[in-house]
């Protein structure tokens, strides 16, 4: 009888440890879907506020908010605006000194002046050096082609910084100089002048396409970009005072 019993127990326990292990079992995926939980939770807690951060700053340009297109305005305004303050409220720049009027029309100069630049263009034109030497004057009236001392021979000096013996290359140059937009300076001074190219005065920072494509008809890209870097145009121009005296063809600032 003792036997019955025992196999009557353990009968009656089959179906507890059922219980016990379905009950087991339908506990087991909570601590899984807890974890799961948490995972999704985790982008959101203070202690992931970086990463959220990140997240988000990629999101909010793809739906259109702020962060996105504003980025580019202030960059392009704060360029404008850079350039506005160089030409209007920066004392001793290359821009605050050139507030003048940049001009085209050869007719808005002085008779003595469109003369002696008309006479200039038909001597370089002409390939004969030699036909400037009439229009530079002498002795103190000399036209300056150096910077510093004056020379006793400008036409020899010109050849000499030609890039030919024969000096062709120094002509087109001034040819290129003085088809360009002109300025007048120094109204009212001993240095009332008319000179050319109007980029003697401008800064070239501040340069529209049109103009840099102008200048680029001078000089070269990678010369304009070593002059931007020192501050101001170094190559060329020419100067003719009001009385129609040519008073320099220089190179440097």
């Known amino acids: 009888m003792s036997i019955g019993k025992e196999k009557v127990s353990r009968i009656s326990l089959a179906p507890v440890m059922l219980a016990l292990s379905l009950a087991a079992g339908n506990?087991?995926?909570a601590p899984s879907a807890y974890a799961l939980s948490e995972l999704h939770k985790i982008p959101g807690q203070p202690?992931?506020?970086?990463?959220?951060?990140?997240?988000?700053g990629q999101s909010q340009p793809q739906g259109g908010t702020t962060p996105g297109v504003p980025m580019a305005d202030p960059l392009v305004n704060s360029q404008n605006g850079q350039n506005t303050q160089g030409v209007d409220k920066t004392p001793g720049t290359q821009d605050n000194s050139k507030l003048?009027?940049?001009?085209?029309?050869?007719?808005?100069?002085?008779?003595?002046?469109?003369?002696?630049r008309q006479q200039i263009v038909e001597a370089a034109a002409s390939g004969d050096l030699e036909r400037l030497r009439p229009l530079?004057?002498?002795?103190?009236?000399?036209?300056?082609?150096?910077?510093?001392e004056p020379t006793d021979d400008p036409i020899g000096t010109l050849k000499d910084l030609s890039g030919d013996p024969d000096g062709d290359e120094i002509l087109a140059i001034m040819l290129d100089i003085v088809s360009t937009g002109f300025v007048h300076v120094g109204q009212g001074t001993a240095e009332?002048?008319?000179?050319?190219?109007?980029?003697a005065e401008k800064d070239l920072k501040s340069l529209t396409p049109p103009?840099?494509?102008?200048?680029?008809?001078?000089?070269?890209?990678?010369d304009l970009s070593d002059m931007q870097e020192f501050g101001g145009y170094n190559f060329y121009r020419l100067g003719i005072a009001p009385d129609g005296k040519w008073k320099f063809?220089?190179?440097?600032d």
């Open 192 to 199: 009332d002048m008319y000179v050319w190219p109007y980029f």
């Open 136 to 148: 530079m004057g002498t002795g103190a009236e000399q036209t300056q082609v150096t910077v510093g």
């Open 249 to 252: 063809f220089t190179a440097g």
């Open 47 to 56: 202690n992931d506020q970086p990463a959220q951060g990140s997240a988000q």
């Open 100 to 116: 003048v009027e940049v001009i085209y029309d050869i007719s808005k100069a002085p008779e003595p002046v469109r003369k002696m």
């Open 27 to 29: 506990l087991a995926p």
């Open 211 to 222: 103009e840099r494509v102008e200048l680029l008809r001078i000089v070269t890209a990678g």
